[in-house]
């Protein structure tokens, strides 16, 4: 099969994945598909312009080449749909863009620090002790 040849899949699960197909391997009476990059298609009840999402296929690794027996298969239909092409492109093109980590802003070690307790205790005694005596509480 020709590289970068997009298709829709139907599994017998009933899911429908996009995928780049890759290759037809026959050994024997046994019949694989390659392909690489699949996404599952998703329907949506919503009224709107597209009635589909595009997601991952697998959760862990996506972007690998993965192998299906062709029992497992129902139909494959070549994707010509410049819309649904264009959509699986931008799903990857978002995925490669290598966007720059931000920049962990570290606070210095005294932001928030107002003072330790023996400091504010002699600045409040010099405060006290320098009051007049009529400002001073008569119970302590």
Same mark, same amino acid.
């Given at each position: ?5 997009i ?10 994945i ?32 597209k009635?589909?999402t ?22 494959? +239909? =070549?994707? &010509?749909?410049?819309?649904? @092409? ?7 093109r978002?995925?490669?863009?290598? #966007? ?15 003072? +330790? =307790?023996? &400091?504010?205790?002699?600045? @409040? ?12 509480? #008569?119970?302590?």
């Open positions: 099969m020709a590289q970068d040849r298709a829709a899949i139907k599994l017998i699960t009933g899911e429908e996009i995928c780049n197909l890759l290759e037809l391997e026959t050994e024997g009476s046994y019949t694989t598909l390659t392909f690489s990059n699949p996404l599952r298609i998703q329907l949506r009840e919503r009224r709107r312009s009635n589909y595009l997601e991952p296929w697998l959760c862990i690794r996506n972007n690998s080449t993965h192998c299906i027996d062709i029992t497992k298969i129902i139909t494959v +239909n =070549v994707v &010509d749909d410049t819309q649904v @092409l264009s959509d699986y492109n931008a799903f990857f978002k995925k490669l863009e290598l #966007k720059p980590k931000p920049k962990v802003v570290r606070s210095a070690d005294n932001i928030g620090y107002v003072g +330790n =307790v023996n &400091d504010f205790k002699n600045t @409040l005694e010099k405060l006290y002790n320098d009051t007049d005596s009529y400002e001073k509480p #008569k119970d302590i």
